[in-house]
């Protein structure tokens, strides 16, 4: 069966540190991999897909970078953070091609910029 | 664009009572929808979806779906709610079956009292 999993669980930083949040999936070949945030009482954003290794779509403009060395790893990445990148940070994945299928969530990171 | 809505930010019912979350979505063709649960702390779990058919579709946890067209409407129900329902829940439809992104709604927190 696939799983995902997301760590760490739960992270402090300070302002201008850097960041790495690591998702991966089992069970599966070439998904397409989604990273979303949930600001505290907000829906949830679309930051990053990806539909392969190396490629990446960025939804909005941000403080944020993502990459896929392999293809069942996603990494969101930033060189410095900012106090408003604090919020809930979900990785999620699907299979190609099967849009009614849907997500498969991962538990999420609780990020604090302080 | 594709847009999803759902108009109730809080909602608050009492344990055994019926339950009806509204959403509302903005799409061209058939859409495909999704209904998520999530705890606090905690991933997204999916509870129903609709891709076509029966427009009144069966969940896990005793959920359902009814899927509307000429309302535009994909409201979940159930008929008795235990105090473990107390969760948020998205509505969500795919806006692109190149990559099978999901947008989703702002979510209806839903409280439940003794």
């Known amino acids: 069966s696939q799983t995902i999993h997301q760590w760490p669980a739960t992270l402090v930083q300070p302002v201008g540190s850097p960041l790495s949040l690591e998702c991966t999936v089992e069970g599966t070949s070439n998904p397409n991999l989604y990273w979303y945030r949930q600001a505290a009482g907000r829906g949830l954003q679309l930051l990053f897909y990806?539909?392969?290794?190396?490629?990446i779509s960025s939804e909005v403009p941000q403080n944020l970078s993502a990459s896929r060395p392999q293809d069942r790893q996603f990494i969101l990445s930033s060189k410095k953070l900012l106090l408003s990148d604090s919020g809930f940070y979900l990785c999620?994945?699907?299979?190609?091609?099967?849009?009614?299928?849907?997500?498969?969530f991962g538990s999420g990171t609780r990020l604090t910029v302080v | 664009a594709q847009s999803v809505t759902q108009p109730d930010i809080h909602i608050t019912v009492s344990e055994g009572a019926s339950l009806e979350l509204r959403c509302n979505y903005s799409?061209?063709?058939?859409?495909?929808l999704f209904w998520y649960v999530q705890s606090p702390g905690q991933g997204l779990q999916l509870l129903l979806k609709?891709?076509?058919?029966?427009?009144l579709v069966q969940g896990i946890k005793g959920f359902e779906a009814e899927f509307k067209r000429s309302q535009s409407s994909f409201n979940l129900r159930k008929p008795s709610v235990h105090w473990s329902d107390a969760a948020e829940y998205f509505c969500a439809v795919v806006s692109n079956f190149g990559n099978e992104k999901l947008t989703f709604g702002t979510g209806t927190r839903l409280t439940i009292i003794p």
């Open positions: 990806s539909v392969g290794i190396g490629q």
């Open positions: 799409y061209g063709a058939t859409p495909y």
């Open positions: 609709y891709f076509s058919g029966d427009t």
């Open positions: 999620a994945w699907s299979k190609q091609g099967a849009g009614a299928g849907g997500y498969t």
